[in-house]
Nanobody
Framework: VQLQASGGGLVQPGGSLRLSCAASGNIFRINALGWYRQAPGKQRELVATIRSGGSTVYADSVKGRFTISRDIAKNAVNLQMNSLKPADTAMYYC????????WGQGTQVTVSS
């Protein structure tokens, strides 16, 4: 499985960004897609995941602000991020889970005035 992430950038506090991650390869074996993030000096942490059945899990820090969704036709997972805060600044990574875990390259999100 190959993962190609896009959509990061610089945004002011309170703004919005939409991240996308396109999956290719043995995608029929994927049972979950998700987004993780890693800020400088911190461990990588879960942001949100969505399973093949549609169930979702969110980090407490993003609940009510971020929404994860799947675009089945495009084999993609999206992360709509609203009401962004400086604390959301991090490198965001797409993750696919089958019998093993696959990571995409990161996309930088910077929230700053």
């Amino acid at each position: 499985v190959q993962l190609q992430a896009s959509g990061g950038g610089l945004v002011q506090p309170g703004g919005s960004l939409r991240l996308s991650c396109a999956a290719s390869g043995n995608i029929f074996r994927i049972n979950a897609l998700g987004w993780y993030r890693q800020a400088p000096g911190k461990q990588r942490e879960l942001v949100a995941t969505i399973r093949s059945g549609g169930s979702t899990v969110y980090a407490d820090s993003v609940k009510g602000r971020f929404t994860i969704s799947r675009d089945i036709a495009k084999n993609a997972v999206n992360l709509q991020m609203n009401s962004l805060k400086p604390a959301d600044t991090a490198m965001y990574y797409c993750r696919a889970e089958s019998s093993i875990v696959f990571w995409g390259q990161g996309t930088q999100v910077t929230v700053s005035s």
